[in-house]
C-alpha cells in the first residue's frame, strides 16, 4: 500500500497476534528510504507523526504550534533573550529557546534511556503521559515542567499535546506517582566547565588546516586571501591573547555542551587583531583532555552557532557571547 509520504508492506510475521509491517519513508530527494519495522498501529501514529511539526522529541500541530507554544514558555520564565536581536528568524520567534528545549530534552532522554538515572524522564502509570524538568525557573524561583502525551512509534518515545507547569493536583489526575523530575546533569565537576590556563593547547598541524584551510570562510572577509602561514600566525597570538584575558576572568571562555557527542566543550573568543574593545571574530572550539591536561582545537565557529549550545549549560554572561549583539 502507496501513501503520501511513506510505503507500507505487510509481512507474514506477528508480534503479540498483529501483523509486522515494513515501510520506507520518502526522503528530501521524493525517494523512499530507510525501513522501520512495527504494527499497523506503529505505522499510523508514524504516518500521523511525519504529517506534523516535530522539534526532537517534541511534535507540534504545526510551526505556528510550536511558536506559540515557545512564545507561551518564554513568557513564563525569568527574562532573557530568547532570540538574536539584529538577526531575526522568519520562521521561529524564539529560536534560542526552541533549540534549548530541543536539546536539553534530548539530554534528559539519554540520561534515563542510556545512563538509566532516575526522574531525569517520569512516566505515569499507565505510561500515556510524561513529565520532565526544563531546569528553567519561573519568576517565583519555580521549577518549570513540561508534561504530554507519549507517542511511540519504532521504539522512539516523542511527546505531544505539551503542557507548562502542571500542578501536583492535576498530575495526579492524570495518574502520575511522582511529580518532581530532575533536570539534566552535563557535568559532575566543576573543573570540566572551566578553562585551565596551564593546560596546554595542541596547536597540531592537522588541526590547523582543518581550521585555517578548510573553514576559511569562516574567517572574516579581509582576512581570507592572506597565506596560510600569515592567519596561522594570527591564530597563535589570538590564542595567547585569550589565555591571557582567561588568567584574570574565568569566565571568559565559556563551556558549551556538544549535544551529538554528548560532551562538555569550551569556546574561546578569537580576536585577530588581538584588542578586546570589539566582539572576537569567531569562536574556537576546545576539547579538553583530563588526564593530559590539555585542549585539542577542533574547529571555529560563528557566534550565533555557538551560542545555543552554551546556553545548555547556564546564560553565558560574557559580553562577546550575548544575542543582543550577535550579528
Known amino acids: ?29 521524493d525517494n523512499f528510504e530507510g525501513i522501520s519495522w512495527g ?34 514558555l518564554k513568557t513564563k520564565t525569568i527574562d532573557e533573550p530568547w532570540e538574536y536581536e539584529r538577526r531575526k528568524d522568519d520562521k521561529f520567534k524564539n529560536p534560542i529557546l526552541k533549540s534549548y528545549l530541543e536539546f536539553e530534552l534530548d539530554r534528559l532522554f539519554y540520561e534515563s534511556e542510556h545512563l538509566k538515572l532516575p526522574d531525569k524522564i ?16 519561573n519568576k517565583f524561583g519555580h521549577d518549570l515542567t513540561i508534561v504530554g502525551d507519549v507517542l511511540e512509534v519504532t ?42 590556563s596551564d593546560w596546554e593547547i595542541d596547536q597540531d598541524i592537522s588541526k590547523y588546516e582543518h581550521i585555517i584551510e578548510d573553514r576559511i570562510k569562516r574567517f572574516p ?10 592567519l596561522g600566525l594570527k591564530l597563535d597570538n589570538a590564542i595567547n591573547f585569550a ?15 556538544y549535544p551529538t557527542a554528548k560532551r562538555i566543550q569550551l569556546l574561546m573568543p578569537i580576536y585577530l587583531e588581538t584588542s578586546y574593545t570589539s566582539h572576537p571574530d569567531f569562536a574556537l572550539v576546545l576539547t579538553p583532555h583530563a588526564e593530559e591536561k590539555l585542549y585539542t582545537p577542533e574547529t571555529i565557529l560563528g557566534l550565533d552557532e555557538v551560542y545555543q549550545d552554551a546556553r545548555l549549560i547556564a546564560k553565558p554572561e560574557e559580553s562577546w557571547l550575548n544575542p543582543r549583539i550577535i550579528e
Open 1 to 29: 500500500r502507496k501513501f503520501l509520504l511513506q510505503m507500507l508492506c505487510s509481512t507474514s510475521l506477528k508480534y503479540n497476534g498483529d501483523n509486522i509491517f515494513g515501510w520506507f519513508t520518502k526522503g528530501k530527494r
Open 39 to 72: 504494527t499497523e498501529k506503529d505505522f499510523k501514529t508514524a504516518q500521523k507523526l511525519k504529517e506534523q511539526f516535530y522539534v526532537g522529541r517534541m511534535v507540534f500541530d504545526s510551526i505556528e504550534s510550536c511558536n506559540n507554544f515557545m512564545n507561551e
Open 122 to 137: 517520569i512516566f505515569n502509570k499507565t505510561h500515556t503521559k510524561l513529565l520532565f524538568n526544563t531546569n528553567l525557573i
Open 155 to 196: 521504539n522512539n518515545i516523542y511527546i505531544s499535546n505539551l503542557k507548562i507547569s502542571p500542578s501536583k493536583r492535576d498530575l495526579a489526575a492524570m495518574n502520575f506517582e511522582k511529580s518532581t523530575p530532575m533536570p539534566p546533569t552535563f557535568f559532575k565537576d566543576i573543573n570540566e566547565i572551566i578553562f585551565h
Open 221 to 230: 572577509l579581509k582576512y581570507q586571501n592572506l597565506p596560510a602561514d600569515d
Open 243 to 257: 589565555k591571557k584575558i582567561a588568567q584574570r576572568n574565568y569566565k571568559f571562555i565559556v563551556p558549551m555542551y
